[in-house]
C-alpha cells in the first residue's frame, strides 16, 4: 500500500510540474496568436477528454470528435470554451482572446465516416498542428464486424487511426510548412514540427506472431491477439508514415497511457466491471495523464523542446511510455513487416472506399 500512495503522489508532482513548466501567459498567447489547431479523436470522455481539455486550456483551437449523441456539440464546444476561458482568466485577464472550439459527431466504428469527417475539417482548416487519437473499447467479445467487415476492436485501436492520420495529412503537412518559413519569427506554429499521436499501448505490447497469416485476425481472434495486433500495427503503421519521403517534419507518436481512472471497461460483464471499478481509484486522473501524453511531445514541440528520444533502431516513430520516456519497438519490428502491415492496410480501407496510396 505505501508503494500505491509513493507511486500516486510521485505521478501527481509530476505531472502538476509540467503543467506548470508549458503553460503559461507567454504559451497560451503563442497558441492563441498562430491559431494553433488540434484534433482530438475520441475527445468525449476518458483519455481524449482529458486531452481535449489540457489543450484548451494551453490555447489551442479544438476541434473535437466523438460519437454523436442528443446535445453532446452544445455541451463538449461549452466544455472547452469553459476551460479556455478560465486559462484565459488566470495568465491574462479577460481580455484575452478564446480560442472558437468545434464538434464533429462520428462513429469511429465506420471507417468512411472517419474519413469524411476528416475531410469536413479539412475544408474549413486547411491547417491542423496536432492529431490526438484515442478512441477505443475494452471487451472480452470475439470478432464482431462492423457494416464494412472489420473486426470492432481493429476498426478503433487501428484503422480509423491510420484512416484519419492519412486523410489529415495535408493540413499537417501545411503546419510543418508555415513553421519552417517562419523559423526566426515569433509567430511560427510549432518549432519543432506538427505532432500525430495514437495514445494506445507503445512499448507494452507484444508482436502478433501471426499478422501474415491472419491479418484480420478472423481465424485467430483472442482478447490477446486482438490487443497485440493493433498494438503491433500502430507502430508499424505510424512508422511507414513517419519514415515516408515527405513526411520527415512531422512527429508520430505510439504512447501508452499506463492506467487511468476512467470509465474504461464499461462494456465488460458486471463481474470483470466491478473488478475494474473497484481498482480505478488507484489510476492516475485523465487530466493527468493528459499531461504525461502532451507535455513531452505536443507542448515541448511547441516551445522548441526535443521530444523523447527514438531508441536504438527506430528511425521515424517516436515510442512513448505511460510517464513520456522512451519505450522500445518490438523484435518483429522490422521493415518487411512494415511493408506488409502497411499493404494490408491499404487493402482494407480501399474496400472501405478510402484511397490512402
Same mark, same amino acid.
Given at each position: 500500500? #505505501?508503494?500505491?500512495?509513493?507511486? &500516486?503522489?510521485?505521478?501527481?508532482?509530476?505531472?502538476?510540474?509540467?503543467?506548470?513548466? /508549458?503553460?503559461?501567459?507567454?504559451? /497560451?498567447?503563442?497558441?492563441?496568436?498562430s491559431n494553433l489547431k488540434a484534433v482530438?479523436?475520441?475527445?468525449?470522455?476518458?483519455?481524449?477528454?482529458?486531452?481535449?481539455?489540457?489543450?484548451?486550456?494551453?490555447?489551442?483551437?479544438?476541434?473535437?470528435?466523438?460519437?454523436?449523441?442528443?446535445?453532446?456539440?452544445e455541451q463538449i464546444v461549452e466544455e472547452?470554451?469553459?476551460?479556455?476561458?478560465?486559462?484565459?482568466?488566470?495568465?491574462?485577464?479577460?481580455?484575452?482572446?478564446?480560442?472558437?472550439?468545434?464538434?464533429?459527431?462520428?462513429?469511429?466504428?465506420?471507417?468512411?465516416?472517419?474519413?469524411?469527417?476528416?475531410?469536413? *475539417?479539412?475544408?474549413?482548416?486547411?491547417?491542423?498542428?496536432?492529431?490526438?487519437?484515442?478512441?477505443?473499447?475494452?471487451?472480452?467479445?470475439?470478432?464482431?464486424?462492423?457494416?464494412?467487415?472489420? !473486426?470492432? $476492436? %481493429?476498426?478503433? #485501436? /487501428?484503422?480509423?487511426?491510420?484512416?484519419?492520420?492519412?486523410?489529415?495529412?495535408?493540413?499537417?503537412?501545411?503546419?510543418?510548412?508555415?513553421?519552417?518559413?517562419?523559423?526566426?519569427?515569433?509567430?511560427?506554429? &510549432?518549432?519543432?514540427?506538427?505532432?500525430? &499521436?495514437?495514445?494506445?499501448?507503445?512499448? *507494452? #505490447?507484444?508482436?502478433?506472431?501471426?499478422?501474415?497469416?491472419?491479418?484480420?485476425?478472423?481465424?485467430? /481472434? =483472442?482478447?490477446?491477439?486482438?490487443?497485440?495486433?493493433?498494438?503491433?500495427?500502430? !507502430?508499424?503503421?505510424?512508422?511507414? &508514415?513517419?519514415? $515516408?519521403?515527405?513526411?520527415?517534419?512531422?512527429?508520430?507518436?505510439?504512447?501508452?497511457?499506463?492506467?487511468?481512472?476512467?470509465?474504461?471497461? =464499461?462494456?465488460?460483464?458486471?463481474?470483470?466491471?466491478?473488478?475494474?471499478?473497484?481498482?480505478?481509484?488507484?489510476?492516475?486522473?485523465?487530466? !493527468?495523464?493528459?499531461?504525461? %501524453?502532451?507535455?513531452?511531445?505536443?507542448?515541448?514541440?511547441?516551445?522548441?523542446?526535443?521530444?523523447?528520444?527514438?531508441?536504438?533502431?527506430?528511425?521515424?516513430?517516436?515510442?512513448?511510455?505511460?510517464?513520456?520516456?522512451?519505450?522500445?519497438?518490438?523484435?518483429?519490428?522490422?521493415?518487411?513487416?512494415?511493408?506488409?502491415?502497411?499493404? $494490408?492496410?491499404?487493402?482494407?480501407?480501399?474496400?472501405?472506399?478510402?484511397?490512402?496510396?
Amino acid at each position: 500500500m #505505501h508503494t500505491i500512495i509513493k507511486a &500516486m503522489v510521485t505521478s501527481l508532482l509530476t505531472s502538476k510540474a509540467l503543467r506548470s513548466k /508549458y503553460l503559461s501567459p507567454a504559451s /497560451y498567447h503563442h497558441a492563441i496568436n498562430s491559431n494553433l489547431k488540434a484534433v482530438v479523436i475520441g475527445a468525449t470522455s476518458g483519455i481524449g477528454q482529458g486531452c481535449a481539455h489540457c489543450l484548451a486550456e494551453q490555447g489551442y483551437t479544438v476541434l473535437a470528435i466523438g460519437r454523436p449523441r442528443p446535445g453532446r456539440a452544445e455541451q463538449i464546444v461549452e466544455e472547452l470554451t469553459a476551460k479556455s476561458k478560465s486559462s484565459a482568466a488566470v495568465l491574462g485577464g479577460v481580455e484575452v482572446p478564446v480560442p472558437a472550439h468545434e464538434f464533429y459527431a462520428t462513429d469511429a466504428f465506420s471507417l468512411q465516416q472517419v474519413h469524411q469527417t476528416a475531410q469536413e *475539417i479539412l475544408s474549413k482548416h486547411p491547417t491542423i498542428d496536432v492529431l490526438v487519437i484515442t478512441q477505443g473499447m475494452a471487451t472480452t467479445q470475439g470478432f464482431t464486424p462492423t457494416k464494412e467487415g472489420n !473486426d470492432e $476492436k %481493429m476498426t478503433l #485501436h /487501428y484503422f480509423s487511426r491510420i484512416a484519419i492520420a492519412n486523410a489529415l495529412l495535408p493540413a499537417l503537412l501545411n503546419s510543418s510548412a508555415e513553421s519552417e518559413q517562419n523559423s526566426d519569427s515569433d509567430s511560427d506554429r &510549432m518549432k519543432k514540427g506538427p505532432v500525430v &499521436m495514437s495514445i494506445l499501448s507503445g512499448g *507494452i #505490447h507484444a508482436p502478433y506472431e501471426n499478422y501474415q497469416q491472419d491479418f484480420s485476425l478472423e481465424k485467430n /481472434y =483472442s482478447v490477446r491477439n486482438a490487443a497485440d495486433a493493433a498494438g503491433f500495427y500502430n !507502430d508499424l503503421g505510424l512508422d511507414y &508514415m513517419a519514415c $515516408k519521403k515527405g513526411n520527415e517534419k512531422i512527429n508520430f507518436v505510439h504512447s501508452s497511457p499506463g492506467f487511468v481512472n476512467t470509465n474504461w471497461g =464499461s462494456e465488460f460483464g458486471t463481474v470483470l466491471r466491478c473488478m475494474v471499478r473497484m481498482m480505478q481509484p488507484l489510476g492516475k486522473s485523465p487530466g !493527468d495523464c493528459a499531461e504525461y %501524453m502532451l507535455g513531452p511531445t505536443v507542448f515541448a514541440s511547441e516551445a522548441g523542446h526535443d521530444l523523447p528520444e527514438r531508441l536504438v533502431g527506430n528511425k521515424g516513430l517516436f515510442v512513448m511510455g505511460e510517464k513520456g520516456q522512451s519505450k522500445s519497438l518490438t523484435k518483429m519490428h522490422t521493415d518487411e513487416a512494415k511493408a506488409f502491415v502497411w499493404e $494490408k492496410t491499404v487493402e482494407v480501407l480501399k474496400k472501405a472506399g478510402i484511397d490512402i496510396e
